[in-house]
């Protein structure tokens, strides 16, 4: 965008002119021809930057009325504006045409965040040269969050903090008004927006410096405060607030009454400081100190809850303390000399959860249930369900749904997965059974092919389906395979296959003395017996797949199994002026089988490394794929880990929300078949993820991988060893705390504990919240540190520092 005139050049004259300039200076821009939408709305702006530029100048062209295509252009920009904070001054143009009265806008979001993003340097001189856009705009930053690349606190962070310093010059020269802009900023913190974007607010206030005096006459908006759902901003209030404490100007019982909420913030320091501030009303508001302090009884770290305690005790409320004992960590509970009943952790042994058998779907429902299917094809019962109701009738039934199957078609490539996404795939198995035809969509994977290839060919018989799950976990059982393939003499080619895969290891030599003229190598299969009769060059009847489905059938991946490697690295940039530096590990998964595998053999992986960033399937996104994949071979979990492993493992480096993370946990959580080298370590980087909620799902998976015993705790306890730099501490702490509140949980997280402690360096940060959750567990089911190498490894600490006192209270 060229420079464009001051509104003062232009401001004696009139749209009608304006207006004229635009029309007349359009026509070549209106007309061409263009290959993106862009470049016609960028040759539109060449035109009104010249049309204003000889207008300045003082040319003129006859009056018109107000362009069509501007309006739109101008909310067009906006938008664009909003959302990227790379937009320059884009603005100013927006704004310029506004105060011309080219254009009528609304201060809404786009406004607002266009403006942040867009004004450009010198803000300052820009503002007061426009108070109209003060008042009008200015004043609703306080209100609007942003989001993405736009908003205050992303903008200053790559801005040298321009808008923070427009603020203080503003405040300073008097062009806006100090306690305003004070008070708008703790407004701002009471709303709800996200803790990164809250931080500017914040931060602002500080800024400013407002004076004791000031602060105490923003007790009621401090308070308020208090109970905001981003613990940063509480731990402002409470500093805020004990600020005023000191000068004596504390309204100490309206405190009080807002004060509990401080209590139980995450961070022990917030909750611990409000337990102090409350210490000032001892003297005239006992009661309402107690009601604070009972408060932080139940917050979950064992430091706040003795400050508390002794809060308490100083009230001479022991009775309090003995009410909440339950509440209590053990380690505190002994320090107070309360005991609780020991938990007898062996009682209650905990099984996996296995995914459950599907719900058979009829012809009355299947249309529903078809519908739900190419909105979110996630569930892979649900979707062996409807394919077995398709493959024995039901099509007209699914008339109403052509409309949908058709836009989903078309919907493929704006999606994250492509054309290939697994509804698509439902939605041209729906056109397909309606005598439509769709452009097809190949997959990247053999795996991916051989389900897309396993829906066409539904049709190409009427007998039920070999591969349809009646077992939990996916399986299939071995009389029940008997019985359909009876039914089913020419067998659809990758039906066969699947079920030969999904063949459940129990009742197969029953399954195989009622069976009679099957396949060979589905009696293979069930007995394990090679077939004498040798035809052809091959030596073996029948396609080769069904073989190699049939030997799957039987064992896991051995020598064929897919390889994991890891490495710590480390990411320099230049922040602010200042070197920065992280650590992050980086993992790749190997595999060695094929260079071709085909489309009917789904469990030969193809050669090749991948990583996250890398060219190999396996960092793809893959979305509803995920549960389908895991259901392809019940028999092994490494298959499905290799293609979708990947996002897990590096979700402890960041915080973007991946959606195959959750997915990929969960599909793992419900697997029966072999855990190895993968699992274990999908499951280590799981409860070290970054998000919490990603973090919640990899609990449930580890109390029905770890805690029933199907992955070894050592195995996972080595992957969190070797890559302990890098995945935090407190993360563990609290996903193992969570695994050990359930039945068997807590003597699996001493285990865990006892594995890991003497493989981390006695400095390792982090270590005291591990040591104390080790001695809660211990304590909590009477046992002792007794291991030899956990007991030589505590030995080892010494000094004053807390971990070495939590390790010599473990040592007894």
């Not at 009139?14 to 939408?37: I, V």
């Not at 604070?292 to 917050?299: K, N, P, T, Y």
């Not at 892979?380 to 394919?387: D, F, K, P, S």
């Amino acid at each position: 965008m060229g420079e464009l005139p001051s509104y003062t050049s232009l401001v004696g004259v009139a749209p009608a002119t304006l207006f004229g300039l635009l029309e007349s200076g359009a026509d070549k821009a209106l007309n061409a021809s263009y290959e993106f939408a862009w470049q016609k709305d960028h040759a539109l702006l060449g035109v009104i930057d010249r049309a204003l530029a000889a207008a300045a100048t003082g040319s003129r062209a006859a009056d018109a009325s107000r362009p069509r295509w501007l309006q739109g252009l101008v909310t067009r920009e906006l938008s664009a504006a909003s959302t990227s904070s790379w937009s320059s001054e884009r603005f100013l143009r927006v704004r310029l045409l506004e105060r011309l009265g080219l254009v009528q806008l609304d201060v809404d979001e786009s406004y607002v965040l266009a403006m942040v993003s867009a004004v450009g340097p010198d803000k300052s001189d820009k503002l007061r040269a426009d108070p109209d856009l003060v008042e009008r705009a200015l004043w609703r930053v306080f209100e609007v969050e942003g989001g993405g690349e736009v908003s205050l606190t992303n903008v200053d962070r790559f801005g040298a903090d321009d808008w923070r310093k427009t603020f203080l010059e503003l405040t300073s020269d008097r062009t806006l008004d100090r306690t305003r802009v004070i008070t708008a900023c703790l407004h701002a913190l009471g709303r709800d927006f996200a803790a990164y974007r809250a931080s500017w607010y914040s931060a602002t206030y500080l800024a400013l410096e407002p004076t004791a005096e000031e602060t105490a006459g923003l007790q009621t908006d401090l308070r308020r405060l208090l109970s905001s759902a981003v613990p940063a901003t509480v731990a402002f209030a409470v500093k805020q607030l004990a600020r005023v404490q000191k000068t004596g100007l504390l309204d100490v019982e309206a405190t009080l009454e807002a004060l509990p909420p401080a209590t139980v913030v995450k961070a022990k320091g917030t909750a611990i400081a409000a337990l102090t501030l409350a210490r000032a009303g001892r003297a005239d508001f006992r009661g309402l100190v107690g009601i604070v302090a009972r408060a932080a009884l139940g917050h979950p770290h064992p430091d706040v809850q003795r400050a508390a305690a002794k809060l308490l005790a100083d009230l001479g409320e022991a009775d309090g303390v003995l009410a909440a004992a339950e509440d209590l960590t053990p380690s505190v509970r002994q320090e107070l000399g309360l005991q609780a009943e020991a938990r007898q952790e062996n009682e209650v042994p905990h099984d996996q959860s296995l995914a459950p058998v599907p719900v058979p779907v009829s012809t009355r429902d299947l249309a529903e249930r078809a519908a739900a299917l190419l909105e979110d094809a996630s569930d892979a019962g649900e979707l062996e369900a409807v394919l077995a109701c398709l493959a024995t009738g039901g099509a007209e039934v699914l008339e109403p749904l052509r409309k949908r199957a058709k836009a989903v078609v078309a919907r493929g490539p704006q999606t994250d997965l492509g054309d290939s996404w697994l509804p698509g795939q439902v939605a041209r198995l729906v056109l397909s059974v309606l005598g439509d035809t769709a452009p097809p969509a190949v997959p990247d994977h053999p795996a991916q092919r051989f389900v897309a290839r396993r829906l066409s060919e539904i049709y190409t018989s009427g007998a039920p389906l070999l591969a349809t799950p009646d077992l939990p976990g996916g399986w299939v059982d071995p009389m029940a395979f008997v019985e359909r393939l009876v039914q089913n003499p020419s067998p659809r080619h990758h039906d066969l296959i699947a079920a030969l895969l999904r063949l459940h290891p129990d009742g197969r030599d029953d399954a195989a003395r009622t069976a009679c003229s099957l396949p060979a190598a589905a009696r293979f299969a069930l007995d394990g017996v090679e077939p004498t009769r040798r035809l052809l060059r091959s030596g073996r009847e029948g396609p080769a797949a069904w073989w190699i489905a049939a030997e799957r059938s039987w064992t896991p991946y051995t020598t064929a199994a897919p390889q994991l490697s890891g490495d710590v690295k480390t990411h320099t940039w230049q922040e602010n002026g200042r070197d920065r530096r992280s650590w992050y590990a980086k993992f790749t998964v190997t595999t060695a089988n094929t260079d071709r595998p085909t489309g009917d053999q789904p469990t030969e992986l193809k050669t090749q490394t991948s990583d996250r960033w890398g060219d190999g399937s396996a960092s793809r996104f893959l979305g509803d794929w995920i549960p389908t994949l895991a259901a392809i071979w019940p028999r092994d979990a490494e298959h499905f880990l290799s293609l979708t492993c990947l996002p897990v493992l590096e979700s402890p480096n960041w915080a973007e929300s991946t959606h195959d993370v959750p997915r990929t946990l969960d599909a793992l959580a419900r697997h029966p078949g072999r855990m190895g080298t993968l699992a274990a370590a999908t499951l280590a980087a799981g409860i070290s993820a970054t998000q919490r909620d990603h973090r919640l799902h990899a609990v449930d998976a580890f109390i029905d991988l770890v805690v029933s015993g199907r992955i070894p705790v050592h195995e996972v306890a080595s992957v969190m060893a070797r890559y302990a730099g890098v995945w935090p501490a407190n993360r563990w702490v609290e996903s193992l705390a969570s695994v050990a509140q359930v039945p068997g949980g807590a003597a699996v997280t001493v285990d865990l504990l006892t594995c890991l402690l003497p493989q981390l360096s006695a400095e390792h940060r982090g270590l005291k919240k591990l040591l104390d959750l080790l001695r809660d567990e211990l304590i909590r089911l009477d046992r002792r540190a007794t291991d030899p190498a956990l007991a030589q490894w505590l030995g080892g600490f010494a000094g004053s520092s807390a971990a070495a006192r939590t390790a010599r209270l473990l040592l007894g």
